[in-house]
């Protein structure tokens, strides 16, 4: 089992940043889908940032050029810098991970930012 717990959440104005990590329990160095979901008020939840199998990243087309997601297998610990932040990234943030065929959510850390 994964356990997730994120954080880095936080009130910013637009046009800042903010870094989110999503420490996990265990070792993650052979997980491989990775991912930033994002669940704006009242909508579905969405995927920002995902490493997928070989190593890839995709981003959603709102966040290119602004999120990067990131790991570091050593810290068990994946990370996404938001940059250039505009009020519709506001919303509930969620780290998840699949691995062998199981899916993993962690609580979600708030990020709202303001116009």
């Known amino acids: 089992q994964v356990r997730l717990v994120e954080s880095g959440g936080g009130l910013v104005q637009a046009g800042g940043s903010l870094r989110l990590s999503c420490a996990a329990n265990r070792n993650i160095d052979r997980i491989t889908t990775i991912g930033w979901y994002r669940q704006a008020p009242g909508k579905q939840r969405e995927a920002d940032a995902l490493?997928?199998?070989?190593?890839?990243?995709n981003y959603a087309d709102s966040v290119k050029g602004r999120f990067t997601i990131s790991r570091d297998n050593a810290k068990n610990t994946v990370y996404l810098q938001m940059n250039s932040l505009q009020p519709e990234d506001t919303g509930d943030y969620y780290c998840?991970?699949?691995?062998?065929?199981?899916?993993?959510w962690g609580k979600g850390t708030l990020v709202t930012v303001s116009s």
């Open positions: 998840n991970v699949e691995d062998l065929g199981f899916t993993y």
């Open positions: 490493f997928t199998r070989g190593g890839n990243t």
